[in-house]
Nanobody, 121 residues
Framework: QVQLVESGGGLVQPGGSLRLSCAVSGFPLAINTMGWFRQAPGKERELVATITPSNNTNYADSVKGRVTISRDNAKKLVSLYVNSLKPEDTARYYC???????????????WGQGTQVTVST
């Protein structure tokens, strides 16, 4: 069974930094785009960053210059490093992967359960 398992997150002071990691468990046949989204209370889920298998990246304007996404294709990992954190970065962060789970299946979006990031003094 393919699952996305996030780690990292927690309480961080404004101006601080953190790293989120996400591992794809199981044995997917192929993983295409991976990324991170976030959802703050009362708001819709929004893109933070995505990365393709060839390491082409895309960042939301709200985080450009403060965020770096990376992936390890061999280990099926995607990481997000965020610095200069602001209170408005407070949200639940979700890992995303567009992958093909098995022979005969189509590419489908998979999501992790999310990890909470709170930026506060």
């Amino acid at each position: 069974q393919v699952q996305l398992v996030e780690s990292g997150g927690g309480l961080v002071q404004p101006g601080g930094s953190l790293r989120l990691s996400c591992a794809v468990s199981g044995f997917p046949l192929a993983i295409n785009t991976m990324g991170w989204f976030r959802q703050a209370p009362g708001k819709e889920r929004e893109l933070v960053a995505t990365i393709t298998p060839s390491n082409n990246t895309n960042y939301a304007d709200s985080v450009k210059g403060r965020v770096t996404i990376s992936r390890d294709n061999a280990k099926k990992l995607v990481s997000l490093y965020v610095n200069s954190l602001k209170p408005e970065d407070t949200a639940r962060y979700y890992c995303y992967a567009y992958l093909k789970a098995s022979v005969g299946s189509s590419y489908v979006s998979y999501w992790g359960q999310g990890t909470q990031v709170t930026v506060s003094t």
